[in-house]
């Protein structure tokens, strides 16, 4: 039986409980939220017999064998350490932490004790990503030459999920003071992340950040300082040798969630777009042929999910390749591009 904690219980805690109670030999044995309110809401929804405020607390109370972390992003690195420090494994939200000097401390913490993580980067769900990445890996599009990948959002325009002006869970992401670091933070470490699964390791970036002004007087909301970026434009160099461009944005009218990822090789082209489909591909082969390729959509096999995949690695007492090593490289493209728009230049990835 794996006696798993929730810390944090707000909107994405409900994904993690959603997917691990069905599970065999998983019971969600306790939760922690600051709010009392809705940790004690979370628990009645999901049967969960015992609910806490401080997740030290429910360390020391309850015998678990792996946590949830679902924090906003400012509380990643201290409950997953108290976790780690207690010898459980630990499922920990995106962005990994909020900076790479944290994101190293708790791979290298995990790393010391043996201890199984994984990070939530969610779009590996989807099998398509899966399919293209170990295609991709086993030379089906020859050399990576060229990558673009774009995640594009609408919620500072559109109120599809709601109005980011009255709902906490969008303000925090606006204010850097409150642990966010802004769309790069947020969305960009999951196109980072996808383009490294599908790419190779990215090796150097040159990134420029945007943030406009979002007509708000005095440009805060109660304690929220709008400060943090909402767009992001990067130029990446992949270990390979390849390049691309990496962007995403809160300010993409017309689209509410869209996530797109193209390589091109020396032998062919796969195509990612999981507002298409999650279980579809596109391929085109040319094999140097010289010949005009076509594109056909390939249908992937069932993969496991984020959620499986953790459970499974904790039964098999090791991490798979979503731990928090990949959370930590993927956090040293964050700080690489925060760096590279400061000093207007590109800037290593030094994970
Ligand atoms: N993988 C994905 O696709 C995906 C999607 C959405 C959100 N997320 C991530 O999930 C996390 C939570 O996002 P959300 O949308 O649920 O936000 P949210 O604001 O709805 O919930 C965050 C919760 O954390 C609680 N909290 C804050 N500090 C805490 C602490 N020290 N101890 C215990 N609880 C604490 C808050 O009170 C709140 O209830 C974020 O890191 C976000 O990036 C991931």
Redesign the pocket.
Known sequence: MIRLGI???????N?HAESFSPMKGVRLAAC????PA?ARAFASRWNIPKWYI??REMLDAVTLEAVSV???????A??SLAAIARGLAVLC???LATSLADARKMRDAARARGIVTHV????RNARCVQAAAALIRAGGIGRVLHVEASYLQSWLVQDTWGDWRTT??FT?RLSRRHGSAGTLG?IGC?IYDLTDLLCGDISEIACRLSTFDKGVAGNRIGPYVLDANDGFVSIVTLAGGGIGTVHATRWASGQINSLKVRVYGDEGAVDVDLDRSAELYGLAKSKRSMRPASWKEVKAGITPNQYQRFIAAVRRGTSDESDFANGARVQACLEASFTSDRRRKPVKVKP
């Open positions: 810390i944090g219980t707000g909107g994405m805690a994904t922690c939220d600051i709010d809705r401080d997740y679902v924090t906003v992003d400012a509380a990643h201290p409950a939200e995106k962005p939530n980067f969610s779009y906490d869970a925090w947020d999951h």
